[in-house]
């Protein structure tokens, strides 16, 4: 990490003016140092000049023993970027690994090969913010794309149901028995973001094992009571231990676009639920006549 340097300095409302519509790249040291609002002082905004190394979550010790507590409040940034950090009071997010293509990055400006091109965010303790597109050293390669696909993935949660069959209580056999998944959700699911990557699950098809040794038959997606998805038993059983679950085609976005990466999940499946199935069997008596 490099050596913290920070240089306080007054500027006038007319330099605000000027670093509020100036490029991110512009309100930065030819060494790669940024400038960072520190708050109010004498009626002026004053800024630290931040250079690469210099955001830490908190301040070494010296010796040995845990790290100091934070030194800003960085629940003001929550939400803002994936990294949360303090630069002393001031309190930072950024998003990393980056939102924007590294293709459309300014590499001319680059201040160095381990710089990311990024959406930066500071509040200070003042409650004065500064943000826009930037140079960045981050403090270690940050979370891949594929790493976020994963954890978006790991959000997603598959609805509770219960397997419904019709004629309802008992069936019979020789008759078509109908299954579908009884839920309140039947429709797509779109798990929590992670830094900006999300999983959405599209509901595709029931999966059912009737129980009577046959296996499991793939349906079509169904909620209701239909013949969408239906199997017939051959006997009679006090109770055939049938189970289904649920399987949706699952995509991915990032920031709203699509997301599409190879080995990433395609498909989400449900526990399987399990109900008995009585089956009973209609006899026929034939009498002849006197």
């Known amino acids: 990490m490099l050596t913290l340097r920070r240089a306080l300095a007054s500027v006038t409302t007319a330099l605000v003016g000027l670093l509020l519509v100036m490029p991110a ?18 009626g002026k905004m004053t800024y630290e000049t931040v250079c690469p190394g210099d955001e830490t979550g908190g301040e070494d010790t ?9 030194k800003c409040d960085k629940s003001v ?5 994936d990294y949360v950090f303090c630069v002393g009071t001031t309190a930072c997010a950024v998003n990393n690994p980056s939102h924007l293509d590294e293709a ?15 959406f930066k965010w500071c509040t200070t303790a003042a409650g004065a913010t500064d943000y826009g597109w930037s140079w960045y050293q ?17 959000a997603l949660e598959t ?21 579908w998944a009884d839920t309140g959700s039947a429709g797509s699911i779109t798990g929590s973001s992670a830094g900006g990557v999300v999983a959405i699950a599209q509901p595709s098809r029931l999966e059912v094992d009737p129980g009577d040794g046959r296996g499991v038959q793939r349906c079509g997606w169904t909620t209701t009571k239909t ?25 991915f976005e990032n920031d709203g676009a699509p997301l599409d990466l190879d080995g ?22 034939v009498t002849s006549g006197s």
């Open 62 to 70: 010296g010796g040995g023993g845990a790290p100091a507590a934070d």
């Open 138 to 154: 981050p403090e270690d390669e940050g979370p891949t794309l594929e790493e976020l696909a994963q954890q978006a993935f790991g």
């Open 77 to 81: 940034v929550e939400g803002v970027g």
């Open 159 to 179: 609805p509770a149901f219960a397997v419904a069959f019709n004629p309802p209580g008992r069936t019979v056999v020789g008759f078509p028995t109908w299954f």
């Open 264 to 285: 990433l999940p395609t498909v989400l499946q449900s526990p399987w639920e399990q109900r008995d199935v009585p089956v009973a069997e209609i006899q026929s008596v």
């Open 25 to 42: 790249s512009g309100a930065q040291a030819a060494d790669g140092c940024s400038l960072v609002e520190a708050g109010v002082v004498d």
């Open 104 to 118: 459309d990055w300014p590499e001319d400006e680059s201040p160095g090969p381990d710089y990311i091109y990024t």
């Open 227 to 251: 013949d969408t998805c239906s199997a017939t038993y051959a006997r009679s059983s006090l109770g055939y231990p049938a189970r289904m679950r649920l399987v949706y085609d699952v995509r």
